[in-house]
């Protein structure tokens, strides 16, 4: 990268806030998905003014600007694939306020979303989305991705939590969306566009979050079953019984078969699917809301159930599921992970699906998920060194899209599209849709340096020269 | 409008359903805004495919295209304010299906609120956004404006509902955005762009709603106190003792003179504020929620309370909220009420601002609404005869929306901006927020044809030499 654009760069962050050392770009190369791409150069941001300046100083050399949390995304949305300058915001990590009275929190995009979670159940408070890699990733990865996590059924996602933002556009200048009410009709919904837009329109640099009063207690109950098929009518039942769970999880049989002997919690020889629910509110209703749950399930091949009468017992059952993503390995070195949802009435036919197309290819699908929102964690378990495996993996993943977009369900859940599912993105949605939103993004990134190639495919390269300096 | 425009439009949808008519142009030259701009010409869309050709002819003249559900709107959005066309979606008015497994319905645009909210009640389900307007007001409308309603407290406004739409595009072309599950991060959310975009991005043409289970039992009560500061301290107290109710509504002094003697509720006479609070869920928590409410509302000065012990004395409660309305203009004849919202603590400042002005001005403005969630109907009660009046008002709404900002609230809860507001915008939204919203629209709808002139200052005719064939 030229000196001079490092020498500016340093101008506005401070020399000690930039690195072109090979450790800094390595370190910040990568994300979940395991591809790395290395950046030019690694900027620290620490204020909202600085972010407006590196975003200048980037379109006016046409330089590609990659914001960065914590580096845990699942799709590559923060990769540095056309290299360009890391903008890491980690260190703009403050809450700025948790307001009880309007039950409303201010922070930066690098407060990790655990953290925040603790402060404000401190003051009887919740903040609901909890995504698996809530105690490492940012809020601002969360926003930016559309995070989720197992609470869905009941209390939504990230996006239903976001009520303005502070934004830094692609031209530098600095937006305010949305505000600190429920209610707001003020023009477009900014906020939600820029939810879970991989920061391809704008890079978030404050958030304002909903919260609600904290749940006054839950109940944790574990179910083995003898069918998948059992499981899937069971959370149809429950629905149908009008109860809104908490949190409904469920494990498949290959999943089951990796975590045999690791759990804490006994499973039976002929268990082929589990179910882990959760409920939470008021204590009176609590329950009759388990009996009522344990009424309207029995009648789908129940093996064993296990409520938990304490703490240390729900999460006993808890351990049970945080084990499931470290065990897979035991079926073959190499998981390639997706992440898509289907109405949840449908999970039975798509894990049907999902047995077939692992058996026409010969290779083992792991599934678990939110059962209770149809989000499906499909793991395709293989030894990528064996000839002809990644073209395998390749086509067992478009058909795995394919089926869940036949079943009306999504591509992708809660872990965004970034580059890894790009070029799936016409499977779900028609060339008009894609026109639409490419349009938005041309429009407002006319040099398309923000994350340069994400969510569309064949984005091309912001320049026919290429950037800036490149390659360093 | 030329012939030969009239007679492509008859190809399009029939010549039945194209009328240049005075009295069908008349009945679709106004909304709840009293204001009248007289189209050039009615259509009535009766599929996608028929809205979809309309406006690829629309673009083609470069004729505005005013899409209008049942034109109930308080700020203008379905006016035409340049002629054109006005495109009628009400006979779009099929509920297509209400899924019960995947809690979710999905309706043409011009089904009435209502009409949706009885048929999934039906089934035991709960459509909760509930506008004042939803015995007439029609989904598309509640979407394209953003509507909300009193339970927005507990459950959230019209946008928390809608998963995904069907559109045509303001090049005629027909997007699917969003789906049938919760989750989904599939590219940019278009489906929430377009919530509360006021038909300026795109026609609906068909949404999907998500739906709750119904609860199964509610209590009402109505609260008299001594003040508004009495009132506002017992809002903070219920939402500091983290119960959520489904709606607090408040009506203040000068709405309470207003309906003394109409209501069915006797009124104490030194009684300055009420409150009606209602909560819903299981009937066993409901009788301890009502018992903590009493308990933590009683030192805020409590002329009286009456809870509702039968569905008969819950609608006697609802009753003096609905009568406010229409009593009115008892104060003076001429209304121009505003939909303003703040942080919900700042209710009693807010109020406090408006007593200033209604004195500095000599003006009486009347407020109540939804205190739950800051969300303030206020009413400027004048005879707009009197000489000087009309600007007095334009000075009064302008030092109420001054008044909102500062508290860091917002102009429009959920009438959206239309034509009343849009000279208000820059007062909430900084220039450059305006800027990256305008950029989306110019993008997207080059010819300015869809709803032209709404929500932004300013906005230019469609063409120097106006549309084909004005003025008729």
Known sequence: MEKKVLAELAAIVGAENVSTATSDRITHSYDATQQRFLPQVVVYAHSTAEVSAVVQLANRHRLPILPRGAGSGFTGGSLPIKGGIVLVLTRM????EIDSDNLIAEVEPGVVTADLQREVERLGLFYPPDPASKEFSTLGGNVAEGAGGPRCVKYGVTKDYVLGLEVVTPSGEVIRTGGRTLKNVVGYDLTRLFVGSEGTLGIITRIILKLLPKPAAKKTMLVQFATIDGAAQAVSAIIGAKIIPTTLEFLDAATI??????SRVAIAGNCRAILIIEVDGDAEVLDRQVREILAVIEPFGILDTRIAATDAESEEIWQVRRIVSPSLRKVNPDKFNEDIVVPRSK???????????????????????HAGDGNIHVNVMVDIRQPGMAETVDKVMEEIFQAAVALRGSISGEHGIGTAKAKYLDLELDPAT?????????ALDPNNILNPGKIFRGDQP???AGPAGLPA
Chains 1, 2 share one sequence.
């Open 93 to 96: 990590d403050k809450i700025i």
């Open 257 to 262: 078969d990796c975590i045999r002997g690791v």
């Open 347 to 369: 999970v039975p036919e798509m894990i049907r699906a999902l047995e077939k197309i692992a058996a026409r290819y010969q290779v083992p699908i792991v599934n678990f998920g």
């Open 434 to 442: 894609i026109t639409y939103m490419r349009t938005i993004k041309a």
């Open 462 to 464: 912001i320049s026919p």
